[in-house]
């Protein structure tokens, strides 16, 4: 009989099967959400050793994570290959702690000029303040040009792969050789390709995921994950995540568990609606391209097919060079079935122009038009494609 804990199931089978120890509690599937500050210990010799484990899933007080967090630590790190997995409360939380826990003072930081946005403004804010200096770099840079860009100091080279907003898929392989011949670490937010990159098979150290997006699912929790493929890293994330107080709450890790049961079907569905509406797109005349990874016209796709099992829904439209800034969000604002917002990863399609949010200080992503980014939900593609026409016939010919 098939042991239901087996790593080696099947992707969507682990999402159902995975992550419910302590389940059947009173029959039911799920397990309970635990909520607590205050861990009881039977005498203080318990609390004593309990405190010398905490960097292992041991309740010491409730910041370190009772049992709701730590099955879905395990959910994640599983799902992207990794040993550890420490839960934080958002996204950028992720992005921040790995940061602070590798750098210090004196150190060189490497950042595609791709990066999130918020990354970007702590490398330029709190990180400029410590005394860490950060190069942006071109995210298609190849191994020598990378190369030139490592200073002795250069302790993190970070990735985000594809960029957001304009989706350069990153070698991301050839970037970890640079890398670790000079000593840095190589983090990455690996949020966009979720399960279909596997990042310790590809030369990653540490992996950020905004679990708000696909993993939550459903547009009402934030939440954020570090993982890590060895114990070294791991005393590093990990001493950083309790020096900074990170922590998330259970119900919000519960509701993580609970979105990722449904993960495969849901990411699927969407990935293929996005594909639909993006070759749609592809053939319109108001359109000059796309900026979507699993499409064979976009520039890094060889890449994208060698390293990534697949896509999710979010991608980017280039209008044709003769439609203004202001053309574009006319576009967005005659949507109706697209929410105009941020948060992508819900079950619900949204649009943003993005020419205004792309910031760069390495060299010009040469779009060649206004662009939209589009984040592709669970609705009928032939809904979203009437909507997408009806607003993009309102543009001038
Ligand atoms: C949304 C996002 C984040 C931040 O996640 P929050 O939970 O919103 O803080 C980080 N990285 C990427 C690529 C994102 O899209």
């Not at 607590?36 to 292992?56: H, I, N, W």
Request: hydrophobic share 40%; glycine share 10%; proline share 6%.
């Amino acid at each position: 009989m098939a042991d239901r804990h087996d790593k080696s199931l099947g992707f969507s089978t682990r999402m159902s099967h995975h992550g419910r120890a302590g389940a059947k509690v009173h029959g039911f599937v799920n397990p309970p959400v635990h909520r607590g500050s205050t861990v009881l210990f039977p005498d203080c010799g318990s609390r004593k050793a309990a405190a010398k484990q905490r960097y292992e899933q041991v309740l010491t007080y409730g910041t370190a994570g009772g049992p709701t967090h730590h099955m879905l630590e395990d959910m994640i790190a599983e799902i992207e290959g990794g040993t550890r997995c420490a839960i934080v409360g958002t996204g950028l939380a992720a992005v921040m702690v790995p940061l602070l826990a590798y750098l210090k003072s004196g150190d060189h930081c490497l950042m595609p000029d791709s990066v999130y946005g918020p990354a970007r403004n702590l490398a330029d804010g709190l990180m400029t303040g410590f005394g860490i200096e950060t190069t942006y770099y071109d995210p298609c840079v190849d191994e020598a040009g990378l190369r030139a860009l490592m200073r002795p100091n250069t302790k993190v080279v970070y990735t985000e792969s594809p960029g957001s907003h304009t989706f350069e898929v990153q070698d991301i392989p050839a970037i970890a050789r640079v890398a670790h011949a000079a000593g840095a670490k190589v983090l990455m937010d690996n949020t966009w390709g979720f399960h279909n990159f596997q990042p310790f098979v590809h030369g990653v150290d540490v992996s950020i995921q905004a679990l708000t997006k696909y993993a939550a699912g459903h547009s009402d929790v934030l939440l954020g994950s570090v993982t890590v493929n060895n114990p070294e890293d791991w005393s590093i994330v990990k001493g950083a995540v309790i020096q900074l107080g990170q922590f998330a709450s259970a119900d919000d890790c519960w509701l993580c568990l609970r979105g990722l049961r449904t993960l495969p079907v849901r990411l699927k569905q969407q990935a293929e609606n996005g594909l639909v509406v993006a070759r749609w797109l592809e053939s319109r005349p108001e359109v000059l391209r796309l900026l979507h990874p699993a499409l064979p016209s976009h520039p890094q796709h060889a890449l994208f097919a060698r390293d990534f099992s697949g896509a999710c829904s979010l991608f980017g439209v280039v209008l044709q060079p003769r439609y203004s800034e202001a053309d574009a969000e006319a576009v967005v604002d005659a949507l109706a079935l697209f929410g105009i917002g941020a948060s992508w990863g819900g079950y619900e399609s949204l649009a943003l122009p993005t020419t205004p949010s792309i910031t760069r200080t390495a060299g010009d992503p040469a779009l060649g038009g206004p662009a939209i980014r589009l984040h592709v939900g669970l609705e009928d593609t032939q809904d979203l494609i009437a909507d997408l026409a009806q607003a993009l016939d309102r543009l001038p010919r």
